[in-house]
């Protein structure tokens, strides 16, 4: 019987032959359930096996939200208008281009991807993250989420970082920058060594925070990897639009800072924000370039001053 229920009696009361009967009892037996709480709910009952029922979940959310977030870039790439907010306007991707690309990601997806989605629930019940409803409340469910986008900036950027010296460049991450000008599709269309290690950024993450915390929910999760899917296809995407969520907030690194980084192959590691760049003195592109110059004379000025 599926955990989703703490009360193991409940799950047996709503138990039905189809997912639509399911559903329908939970809807009659636990009324105070949210809309999305209760198709939670009838999901795991009615799968009757949680391995299942989650690794199933984890594998069609990753491939709907990932290409229907890729969508949306496909059809701008084909409407002249949007061409004023490309950031290579003259380098818009080639239909060829875009088939190899998605390919070789769905490739990956059921090579690389299948196996830890398989095997992530029964460590989830090992680490503690709970399937039960009802879920957590929104507020915990944000701040989880915004740390986690936090600490998957700085895995990503030590990692990314690590993945641009030599034989690493030269064997693993050559090919995510096959595409100097990127699209939507490519965020994914990596080596998958890079896959995996940049995937810990995503996974391991939060599995750090429930060793540490003992509590975290897989529908925080589930939620979590639906905004990072949506942040690697909008940083590749290539075009920064007057609303773009950097716009707004500074700090945000978006299509702008990654688009450079394909660009110049060389400076905006960092995934979700600009301060490591910008402390570490790595931001990419030539305006950045000149500021870091400058920036070194002052400081060569400042220690002669000092010394004279
Ligand atoms: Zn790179
Ligand atoms: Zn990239």
Known sequence: MS?????????????????????QNVYQFQPQLN?????????????????????????????????????PWLIIDQVPFFRRYKLQPTKIPSAKEQWHCFKSVVLSHFLVEAIPIWTFHPMCEKLGITVEVPFPTLKRMALEICLFFVLEDVWHYWAHRL???????????KQHHRYAAPFGMAAEYAHPVETMTLGFGTVGMPILYVMYTGNLHLFTLCVWITLRLFQAVDAHSGYDFPWSLNKFLPFWAGAEHHDLHHHYFIGNYASSFRWWDYYLDTEAGPEAKAAREEKMKRRATRRVKKTI
């Open 35 to 71: 809309f999305l709480e209760k198709y939670w709910a009838a999901w795991y009952v009615y799968m009757n096996n949680d391995v299942l029922a989650t690794g199933l979940m984890f594998f069609l959310l990753h491939e709907f939200m990932y290409f229907f977030r890729c969508l």
């Open 163 to 173: 993945f641009h010296y030599g034989a690493f460049y030269k064997y693993i991450h």
């Open 3 to 23: 955990a989703v229920f703490q009360n193991s009696t409940i799950g047996a009361l709503i138990k039905d032959e189809s997912f639509s009967g399911t559903l």
